[in-house]
């Protein structure tokens, strides 16, 4: 068997949206779990909804996420250009051969005639109208400079089938089939040409797209089949939707794999999740890193049905890759989460990684979570109430002067010592231990949630600063 080799055709648009990583790294899985090859190729000849700087989105997105490509625009390789607006000449030539071959014919017809034609609802089947011309009559008609478009010939009767490896069988009707335009009035070819001129010059063996293109394929291969050239495997993907009936799409202003980053997920889960996006792995293993993704990948586990995207999975997984940082890992990658914060570089920063790693899911959560180190002021004391730990106002009351006495006598004001005499209160006091843990805590901090525990917390802050907070509380609960 010849090499296998996919790519990912990425029209310039915009950001790379989360539909379209997916097709990206599902190409990329797919050939690297067999050794194949990885191809990139830009698909920007429809000039009007081309967006400036979207190209290098496209770069950075893929090499960022770590789908990175075996041949590109950017990389090279030996069956290039491959940003399509550069290969005009190719399309033309291939173009002319497929009008001499029977596949396609040039159409004079003007913008009025084509208005003539459609129906109620403004459809349009071209009526094959210029298929009749002679061949004087067409070259009369180019040697004039009439302008022109190129159409593909689809016969009129018979059906188009070929094998989908996710979908199976697929049928399509040729009478449902337009005689599309092939090169546009201005020489540039359309998507519907020049994928498959582009797929059959690049090898490419295993053509992955969205189900968008389930039921064009049958007039892409009426073109292989045309110029006598071997038809690639294809491989559609479910789509992915936003709820129950509204697909996923950067269209609709759906977030991109960039706005994902921006809010603090980590890269590594949001392509891991991404992967799980319409295919499951034969185990209930959930977290994989990229090469385990590379040797587990396989078609039989591509779901047929839609998969709706759920930030909150994406979230939970995104904490579970904090989880298995190192401290150093965590300040590294969240490096500017923490700058953001009120903290930074204030503070044993790898000792607040260590706090932060169980506590959060992504990175943005990280200054609510420690800023309260720096800042301290007026909180609501309804926070001492706490159904769970059984504690209130007037448990603080109790217990915070008693805190504020036996940590003062602490020479010592490491984690350990300040356990220690937490715990000789809870004894001295008849109390549970939540009862005091919980109402320190949030005396020296002001809030419900924070990175660390009393202990830890304490000893960050240092004994003057937990005993000018602890006054302070007391005063606020008198
Ligand atoms: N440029 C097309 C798109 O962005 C590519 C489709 C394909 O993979 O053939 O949808």
Not at 17 to 38: S, V
Not at 60 to 72: K, P
Not at 375 to 390: I, Q
Request: hydrophobic share 35%; proline share 3%.
């Amino acid at each position: 068997m010849s090499k296998v080799r996919t790519r990912f055709a990425p029209s310039p648009t915009g950001y790379l949206h989360i539909g379209g990583l997916r097709t990206a790294l599902y190409g990329y899985l797919y050939a690297k779990n067999l050794g194949g090859d990885f191809i990139l190729r830009i698909e920007d000849t429809d000039t009007a909804r081309y967006v400036d700087g979207s190209v290098q989105i496209i770069y950075d997105t893929m090499r960022d996420s770590g789908i990175m490509y075996d041949e590109g625009p950017d990389v090279g390789g030996n069956y290039g250009p491959y940003v399509q607006s550069e290969r005009k000449n190719i399309y033309t030539e291939y173009a002319k051969k497929l009008v001499e071959l029977g596949g396609a014919y040039y159409c004079f017809c003007s913008a009025d005639r084509i208005s003539s034609l459609k129906d109620g609802e403004g459809n349009m089947k071209y009526d094959k109208h210029c298929l009749s011309l002679s061949k004087e009559e067409i070259e009369e008609k180019l040697a004039s400079g009439c302008p022109f478009v190129i159409r593909q010939n689809v016969p009129l009767e018979g059906t188009g089938t070929y094998h989908d490896l996710v979908y199976g069988d697929i049928s399509v009707d040729y009478k449902d089939i337009e005689d599309g335009i092939l090169i546009k009035s201005d020489g540039m070819p359309t998507y519907n040409f020049a994928n498959v001129i582009d797929d059959h010059l690049m090898g490419i063996t295993h053509v992955i797209r969205g189900t968008e293109y389930l039921s064009s394929t049958p007039k892409y291969n009426l073109m292989y089949d045309a110029f006598g050239w071997e038809r690639p495997t294809y491989i559609h993907l479910p789509p992915i939707m936003k709820d129950a009936v509204h697909k996923l799409s950067k269209r609709n202003g759906d977030a991109s794999y960039e706005d994902f980053v921006n809010k603090g997920y980590v890269k590594e889960a949001i392509v891991n999740y991404i992967a799980l996006l319409g295919w499951s792995p034969k185990t209930n293993q959930e977290k994989m890193s990229l090469e385990e993704l590379k040797k587990n990948f396989s078609l039989e586990g591509i779901n047929k049905s839609p998969s709706i995207f759920d930030e909150n999975k994406m979230r939970w997984l995104s904490g579970e890759y904090i989880k298995a940082m190192t401290d150093e890992e965590l300040l590294e990658k969240a490096d500017k989460f923490f700058a953001e914060s009120k903290v930074y570089g204030k503070y044993d920063m790898k000792k607040i990684a260590s706090l932060l790693k169980t506590r959060i899911e992504i990175f943005s959560q990280i200054p609510e979570k420690i800023n309260f180190l720096e800042e301290f002021g007026a909180y609501d004391t309804a926070l001492f109430c706490h159904k769970k730990m059984k504690t209130d106002v007037e448990i603080a009351k109790i217990v915070l002067p008693e805190a504020r006495k036996t940590l003062e006598g602490l020479t010592d004001f490491s984690f350990d010592s300040i356990h220690d005499a937490l715990m000789q209160l809870v004894a001295k006091l008849g109390m549970k231990n939540g009862q005091v843990f919980w109402c320190v805590r949030v005396a020296i901090t002001g809030f419900e949630s924070t990175a660390g525990g009393v202990m830890e917390i304490a000893e960050l802050l240092g004994k003057e600063e937990t005993l000018k907070r602890l006054d302070y509380s007391i005063s606020l609960i008198k």
